[in-house]
């Protein structure tokens, strides 16, 4: 194998560890309250609504929402958007970029299809592992597959859901077509942000491979539609390593027959 490919690879692989244990990435969360019209006792006694880690007190405050006003009322001082001490704050559900935090938690209302919840991270989760590995097939370059993009002749949005059945709307771009043993496979790919990115089931999901598919992202295709996908940059999507995810569920048209053994493969936590 060609050194500098594996040097890639395992530069990759370090690269997603390094992110899932940053403060904007996954393994740092610790709750996920999906919420609805009405009042919520906040706090870490067992008999409030929203039942908080065992680092807040008994009895933290109040939540509420009233059609599209959200309000906090805190029993203490709490940080917004890391630069103002308040005890209350309210602000609409079209405006969700607003932090808290309060000692090593932060938190904040995130919008999944038409539900929303409050996502919260401790920043000194004793449950983060430092060793944390993520298992991955043996690198091979066979599985760095030439491939050919053919771009929608006009952006479609497609529908599907994340893990908890919530709609997800998503920016389809094109298909992919690969060969592997002579046979032509097919991905539909879309947009997530600035990347372009496919999320697929195959032969291994479930047995070998994280039960919820995998996930991978592709370069701009070059001239006539060319492009690389290699599965030996496969990941897990977070949800394989945290439960206070909402990742989605690769659509039908992306479940494959074909195994393919390169990526990441299943994690279980030690």
């Known amino acids: 194998m060609d050194k500098s490919y594996e040097s890639e690879i395992l530069h990759f692989r370090q690269k997603r560890i390094n992110y899932l244990k940053s403060r904007q990435g ?87 299809g038409g539900s929303l919840a409050i996502r919260l991270k401790d920043f000194e989760n004793p449950d983060i592992n430092p060793s944390f590995e993520i298992p991955y097939y043996t690198i091979d ?5 030439k491939g050919k993009f053919e771009a929608y002749s006009e952006e479609r949005i497609r529908t599907i859901s994340n893990i908890f059945g919530n709609p997800i709307e998503q920016p389809a771009i094109g298909m992919v077509s690969f060969k ?22 195959d032969g291994t999901t479930g047995k070998e491979t994280y039960s919820g598919g995998r996930q991978l992202y592709f370069d701009a295709p070059v001239r ?31 479940h494959l027959d074909l195994r393919i053994t390169a990526g990441a493969t299943a994690y279980k936590k030690r």
């Open 224 to 254: 006539d539609g060319n492009v690389i996908i290699d599965f030996n940059k496969a990941f897990n999507f977070p949800c394989a390593y945290n439960a206070y995810t909402t990742c989605p569920v690769p659509p039908p048209i992306n």
């Open 141 to 145: 370059p066979k599985w760095k597959i």
């Open 180 to 201: 592997v043993g002579g046979e032509l496979y097919e991905l539909e790919a879309h947009m997530e942000e600035q990347k372009r990115t496919i999320i697929f089931m």
């Open 26 to 112: 996954y393994l740092n969360l610790v709750g996920l309250y999906w919420f609805y019209d009405g009042q919520y006792q906040l706090g870490s006694g067992q008999d409030n609504d929203m039942v908080l880690p065992a680092g807040f007190p008994n009895q933290f405050g109040i939540f509420s929402k009233s059609g599209n006003e959200l309000k906090f009322q805190f029993h203490a001082p709490v940080l917004l958007d890391s630069a103002t001490r308040v005890t209350d704050f309210s602000f609409s559900s079209d405006q969700l970029d607003h932090t808290f935090s309060w000692k090593s938690f932060q938190w904040f209302v995130i919008k999944r």
